[in-house]
């Protein structure tokens, strides 16, 4: 595992660099390369939206012909995701953008056309002031005079903020805190007097409620004191008891379902003498 791991490898005495063949590659070859879309774009064949972003295996060659001040040019070669047509695009260090060259065309954007159109009327300007020196007089009096309305803005607003300034912004949130917390007061008074009457209320309702349960148990129970007894039913019901049979001699020592020694009859049913 050791050796595997070594970087110094092992060199013979006998070992010349020079003497190893070098691959003489062209410039303009090609490299595959994973790449994604710099922009929207749309097929020209197909006419397939292909969103920024989306990725291709590309194939990459370095252009030529057209250096930028000293910094190479790249170009891209992929293909549509729907016909397969080929679609070319390549660096442009100028604008710090990409170019497309064939097979598609790029989707609207309305920063880049507005930096264009900045770049060109700033280049037109350049050029009518190289030519006509009244003309740089004329733009300098343009842009003395927009300065001069951007002070005057600028000093108004200035006079506003300190209008608004003015007001004491300290005094507004404490007398609002204090608002905050009589209103909180009173909520909590009102709350207080609405649970006093309501239990108030609920008294009420109990005195008023008992004296008719005491007159509703006076009319069930007109006679309080002679209530009945636990006893009294007893004896109400005196036929719920089995009658005792007549002329049965009853002993402690006997019962109905024993038997006599003088008869073989049970106790309970001998015939009584007469």
Same mark, same amino acid.
């Given at each position: ?40 774009? +749309? ?46 695009? +390549? ?13 598609? =065309? ?33 733009? +300098? ?83 309080? =004191? ?27 020592? =006997?019962?109905?379902?024993? =038997?006599?020694? +003088? ?12």
């Amino acid at each position: 595992m050791a050796e595997r791991k070594v970087l110094n490898k092992y060199h013979p005495p006998a070992f010349d660099p020079a003497k190893i063949p070098k691959l003489k590659l062209p410039k303009d070859r090609q490299y595959v390369v994973r790449l994604m879309a710099p922009f929207n774009m +749309r097929c020209r064949r197909c006419g397939e939206n292909i969103c920024k972003g989306k990725k291709f295996n590309a194939r990459k060659e370095t252009v030529q012909s057209e250096p930028y001040l000293g910094l190479p040019i790249f170009r891209f070669y992929i293909k549509c995701t729907r016909c397969l047509a080929e679609i070319t695009f +390549r660096t442009d260090p100028e604008n710090a953008d990409y170019a497309v060259e064939h097979g598609a =065309t790029r989707n609207f954007q309305a920063e880049k056309l507005l930096q264009e159109e900045e770049k060109r009327m700033q280049k037109e300007r350049e050029e009518e002031e190289l030519n006509n020196p009244m003309k740089v007089l004329e733009n +300098r009096t343009k842009d003395s005079k927009l300065e001069m309305e951007v002070l005057e803005n600028l000093q108004e607003l200035k006079e506003l903020n300190q209008r608004q300034a003015s007001v004491d912004f300290e005094a507004m949130l404490k007398q609002f805190k204090e608002l905050d917390e009589e209103q909180r007061r009173k909520e909590q008074e009102e709350d207080k007097q609405e649970m006093k009457a309501v239990l108030e209320q609920a008294q009420n309702r109990r005195l008023l409620v008992d004296p008719d349960s005491d007159e509703e148990l006076a009319k069930r129970c007109p006679n309080p =004191t002679a209530q009945r007894k636990p006893m009294d039913t007893l004896q109400e019901h005196p036929q719920s008891k089995r009658p005792r049979p007549a002329n049965v001699p009853w002993s402690s020592g =006997t019962n109905l379902g024993q =038997t006599s020694p +003088r008869s073989s009859e049970p106790a309970g049913l001998q015939q009584p003498e007469l």
